[in-house]
Every structure is written in structure tokens, then in C-alpha cells.
């Protein structure tokens, strides 16, 4: 099994004019435009399509997808070290193709739509001539998705749906929805539910309120959905598998997130390293006091070992494990993702001093991020059970009332192993 470290130079030249491009053209978006997901904006024609053309141009359109689907096939590996540039800039996702949750709902339509359903939502989908919400969370429960309350009946041939869903992000912008309801109630918990495609303007679908994130444009809706009718067809998956559906979604969707979330870190690490060099107290600068050091070097490592951990990650899925047999892998990216932003974030800041705090720097806002890491897609301590079940699932109890592994007992064993040795050597 080969494995390397190298970049190859073609390869490479790709992520350089990536770097520069998303530093030059796309992060200054960030400042003058509003949600990117809000595609009918003032501006958004003038300001983003160019760069999705330049992007197109050279070859970068939705790099997470195969080439069946438009995409270049480039495998998760690449896609890492692409998204690790693209994730600095919150218009950076949209401009390459690549945004959540549009991403993860192309690839479920990819693997469960129908040749029609493929033509009507996952092409205009793929071209961001629209965009889409997934909403499976409910009032009642995000974290357990059992819990899912919002009911489909068949009527002739039509679903009728009801029920409410609690932070389906962009709703008030998507022309459709993939939504997760109770089909099959007396099933076991996991085969209750299936996953619908419903067009925006079916009557009966209405926004209560877009919750808004710590002063952010207000994109996360609490909708009420009363008496929805969708034809028969719109189910999406096999009745009773929308959990198996969701799950394709999620697997990919959480480490493209970790692979954003590593530009975002490194940004708050480079903006901390040049503070530290550029600020002097008690005539020297930041970067000669030790205490400084250790933020630094612990910032550092920090980000290099998730970083390894998510190209690890990465390595493994181009190379024949599916993401569910990833699982305790994602999990685990799935809650260092926040930990790790929220450390070096939190840092940067403290070493910006007043300024950090400020809105003139990003760092409040990365500290909410990381919030937002830790709980869309489930909250870290149900990901840290995941690895922790994966990790002791093969594991048997000791036969005895000590471990094997006690000196006295290991020292006997080497004896016996190397006892003829030892006894002609002394
Ligand atoms: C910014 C953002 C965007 C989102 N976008 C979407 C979207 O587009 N579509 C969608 O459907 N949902 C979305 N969500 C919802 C997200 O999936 C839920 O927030 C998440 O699943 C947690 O559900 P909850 O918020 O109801 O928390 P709860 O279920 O109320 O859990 C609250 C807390 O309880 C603790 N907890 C829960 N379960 C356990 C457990 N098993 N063991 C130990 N502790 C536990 C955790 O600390 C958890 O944070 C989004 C959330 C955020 C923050």
C-alpha cells in the first residue's frame, strides 16, 4: 500500500492559482456581500458568476464530484487539500461549487434520485442555477433524529405532509427541499422514516422565522408544514430508508466541512504568528515572550495533527473504504473540527489583545463557527460515543482478575522465551 507525502507539481500548480485566487477575488466578497446562499441578491449576478466562470474555466466546478456529474473526479484526497484553501472565505464554497448543504443533497439525488428527478433538481442544483435545504431537525430534538415527528401519508397518489422543522439552513433562499418524515410509524426506530423531494412553492410550507446566528443574516428556518401535498414519485430512496439516505449525505458533508475549517483555523494561525512578531511590550515583541511561544506552538501542532487526521481520512476513502467503514475516522474529525478552531481562534484573539475582540477581526466570529461545528450534523459528545463504541467493539474482557500485561507476568513470559540464551550468555 503506497502511501506519500508528495504534491504532484501539476497538481500543485492547481492549488497555487486556487490560493491566490481565493485571497484576491473571492475573500473580499466576504465583505460586501450577504448570505451566499442567497443567489437572487443584489450583486450576486455581477459579482459571483464571473468567478464561477473563471473556476469553470479552469477545470475547479464542484471538484467534489465525479465526472459523471460535471466534476473532475479528483477523489477526497484532493478535494482536501483544494478545500483547505477554498474554506478561508465564506463566499469560497459557492464560487467553486461546492457549498452545504447543496453539496451533500447533489450527492444524495446523485445516488438515490431517479432519471427525472436527477433532470429537475440535481442538474439546475449542480449548476447553482438554484440552491436547496435539507431539513430533517425538528423543535423537539436535532441530536436524536428518532425523534423525528413530521408525518407523510400516502393519499391516492399523493404524500401528504406534516409536521415542523427547526434550523433548515437556507430555506427562505431553496427551490427545494429533501425532508425527512415519519412514513412508517410501527417500524423500529431507524426504518420510520423516508426522505422526500419537495418543490418551495407547493402551498402548505411556510417559514415561522429565520433564526439569525450571533448578529448573522437570519438563513436558519423554523417552518411549519401544513397539509403539503407532493406527487407519489417524490419520494426519494426506498420507503422507510431515510436514514440510509441522510447517511449518504453525511459522511462526505462532515469531512468536507473539517477540510473548510483547517483554512479557517490557518487563517487565525497566520494573523496570530504576524501579530506576535509585529507587536512589541516591555521592549521586545510579543513573539519573544514564552508564554506567546506556547500559544504558537501549540496552535501549531494542533492543526497539524487534525490536518494529518483528515488527509488520513481522505487517503483511506480514495483508497476503498466507504465512509461508513470510515466511521469512527469521521467521528473523530467530526468533533476535533471545533475544538481545533475554537483553540486557535480563541488564541489569535488573545494575542490580538483589545483588537482581537473587536469586529475589525474575525476571531469572534470563528469562536462562533466553531459552535456551529460542534453542533450541525450532531453534537461532539454523540460523534466522541461513536469512536469510543468503534474503538472497544472488537475489544474482549480480560480472562482473570489482573491485566496479562503486569510486569511480573511479562517478565516470566521473556524468561521462558529467552531462558537458554540467558543462561549460556551469563
Ligand atoms: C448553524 C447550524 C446549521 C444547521 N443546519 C441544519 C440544516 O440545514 N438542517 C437540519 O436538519 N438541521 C440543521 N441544524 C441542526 C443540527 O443538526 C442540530 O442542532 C443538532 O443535531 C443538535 O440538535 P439540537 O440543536 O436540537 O440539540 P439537542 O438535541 O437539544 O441537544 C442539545 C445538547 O444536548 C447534548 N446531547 C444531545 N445528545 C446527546 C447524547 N447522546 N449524549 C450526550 N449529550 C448529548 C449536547 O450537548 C447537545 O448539544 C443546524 C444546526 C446549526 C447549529
Known amino acids: 500500500m503506497a502511501w506519500s507525502f508528495n504534491t504532484e507539481p501539476e497538481f500543485q500548480l492547481e492549488l497555487d492559482w486556487i490560493d ?3 485571497r484576491a477575488e473571492v475573500e473580499p466578497l466576504d465583505l460586501v456581500l450577504g448570505a451566499p446562499h442567497d443567489i437572487r441578491a443584489p450583486g450576486f449576478e455581477q459579482l459571483v458568476r464571473p468567478l464561477q466562470a473563471q473556476v469553470k474555466a479552469r477545470g475547479l466546478w464542484a471538484c467534489h464530484l465525479g465526472p459523471e456529474l460535471g466534476g473532475k473526479g479528483f477523489g477526497q484526497l484532493k478535494l482536501a487539500l483544494i ?18 448543504p ?15 428527478q ?48 427547526w434550523f433548515a439552513s437556507n430555506a427562505s433562499f431553496a427551490s427545494f427541499f429533501l425532508i425527512m418524515a ?4 410501527d417500524e423500529r426506530p431507524h426504518r420510520r422514516s423516508s426522505m422526500f423531494i419537495v418543490p418551495a412553492e407547493t402551498p402548505g410550507i411556510e417559514i415561522i422565522k429565520d433564526y439569525g446566528v450571533s448578529g448573522q443574516i437570519p438563513t436558519h428556518a423554523h417552518m411549519r408544514w401544513s397539509n403539503v401535498r407532493i406527487p407519489r414519485e417524490n419520494l426519494l430512496g426506498a420507503r422507510g430508508e431515510g436514514f440510509i439516505v441522510a447517511q449518504e449525505r453525511l459522511g462526505g458533508g462532515r469531512m468536507h466541512h473539517a477540510m473548510r475549517t483547517i483554512a479557517l483555523a490557518q487563517s487565525a494561525f497566520e494573523k496570530m504568528c504576524e501579530r506576535a512578531v509585529s507587536r512589541m511590550t516591555k521592549g521586545e515583541h ?28 481522505a487517503w483511506l476513502a480514495d483508497n476503498g473504504h466507504s465512509w461508513k467503514d470510515l466511521r469512527r475516522n469521521v467521528a473523530a474529525v ?29 476571531f469572534t466570529s470563528m469562536l462562533i463557527t466553531s459552535y456551529h461545528m460542534g453542533l450541525a450534523d450532531g453534537p461532539t ?16 474482557p480480560a480472562e482473570g482478575m489482573f491485566p496479562d500485561y503486569m510486569r511480573d507476568g511479562k517478565i516470566a513470559d521473556a524468561k521462558a522465551k529467552f531462558g537458554s540464551v540467558l543462561t549460556r550468555a551469563i
Open 20 to 22: 491566490q485566487f481565493v
Open 83 to 100: 478545500n483547505e484553501l477554498i474554506g478561508r472565505s465564506r463566499f469560497g464554497p459557492i464560487v467553486f461549487g461546492a457549498q452545504a
Open 102 to 116: 447543496d453539496s451533500g443533497n447533489a450527492d444524495v439525488l446523485a445516488a438515490y434520485g431517479t432519471p427525472e
Open 118 to 165: 436527477k433532470k429537475r433538481y440535481l442538474e439546475p442544483l449542480l449548476a447553482n442555477e438554484v440552491v436547496s435545504c435539507f431539513a430533517l431537525t425538528e423543535p423537539q430534538g436535532g441530536a436524536d433524529p428518532t425523534m423525528v415527528d413530521t408525518t407523510a401519508v400516502l393519499d391516492g397518489d399523493e404524500w401528504v405532509l406534516n409536521g415542523e422543522k
Open 182 to 185: 415519519k412514513t412508517d410509524p
Open 286 to 313: 510579543l513573539a519573544r515572550k514564552q508564554m506567546v511561544q506556547a500559544q504558537v506552538a501549540d496552535s501549531w501542532a494542533q492543526l497539524r495533527q487534525f490536518r494529518l487526521l483528515v488527509l488520513e481520512t
Open 334 to 362: 467530526k468533533f476535533l473540527m471545533p475544538q481545533v478552531l475554537h483553540d486557535v481562534a480563541s488564541r489569535a484573539l488573545q494575542i490580538h489583545g483589545s483588537l482581537g475582540l473587536t469586529d475589525e477581526m474575525p
Open 381 to 396: 459528545e454523540v460523534h466522541k460515543v461513536t469512536v469510543a463504541r468503534e474503538v472497544l467493539k472488537e475489544l474482549q
